[in-house]
C-alpha cells in the first residue's frame, strides 16, 4: 500500500472502523460505489479518491494548502483534563496520468475519526443458552484523534512546521489557522489571519489573542 492508503485521515479512519469492527467481532456492511456501507461517508469517498489517484499515476507532488494548531483536552493516567496542542495539515496530492492529464487531490493528514465501542442497549438472549444473539458491544459514535504534538519550545516547533511545508510548497502561499475546540473537542471557532512568521513562532495563547 502507498503512503496515501495509510497516512491520510481518509485511510486511517477506514482503517480505525476494521480495528474496531474485528475487536467485537462485528462485520461492517462494505461500501459499494457511493454507498459507504458502514463506513464514514466523508472517509469511504475521500479512500475511493486516493485508490483512484493512485491508479492514475505513482509520482505525486506534494502542495501544503493550509496547516492548523489546537488545543486538544485529553486525559492523564489519572482521569484529569490536561491541555495538549497539535496540528493537522491539509495537503494538495498532484499526479499526471499517461497523456500528460494533471489530476489533484486535497487530503488531511494528522487526525482521523475513531469510532467509540460501546454496550448494545438492545441486546436480546437465546432463551435456552443465555448466550447473547447478537454482538453485546456496537460501534456508537466517533471521537477525533490527534497524532502530530507541537513541540513546546519555539525552535522544534519551528522545524516540525517547516518540514511539513517544505517541499514543493512555499511557506506564504499557505492558510495558517488557529483553531479552537469545544469540551468535546469540536471545532467551534477558528482564524486564519496568520502569516507564516507569526505562525511558527508564537504560541498557540499568543496567536489566540
Known sequence: MSKLETETSAAKTIQAYKDAATEIRLVLKPGDGLNSGDYPHDAYTNFRYIRR????????????KSVSRVLVT???????????????????FRTTNHKGIEYQEGLTIGKYTKPRIVPNGNI??????GEPI???????SQRTVYEIEVPKTKEARKKLILEIVGGDTHPDSVIYYYRELDQNNYEQYHDASFTATDFVNCSIE???T
Request: hydrophobic share 25%; aromatic share 8%; no cysteine.
Open 53 to 64: 489517484f493512485n491508479a492514475v499515476g505513482k509520482e505525486h507532488k506534494k502542495i501544503v
Open 124 to 129: 436480546t438472549f437465546d432463551p435456552k443458552t
Open 74 to 92: 485529553e486525559r492523564d493516567e489519572k482521569g484529569r483534563p490536561v491541555k495538549k496542542e497539535y496540528l493537522h495539515y491539509t495537503r494538495d
Open 206 to 208: 499568543e496567536l489566540k
Open 134 to 140: 447478537v454482538n453485546d458491544k456496537i460501534l456508537s
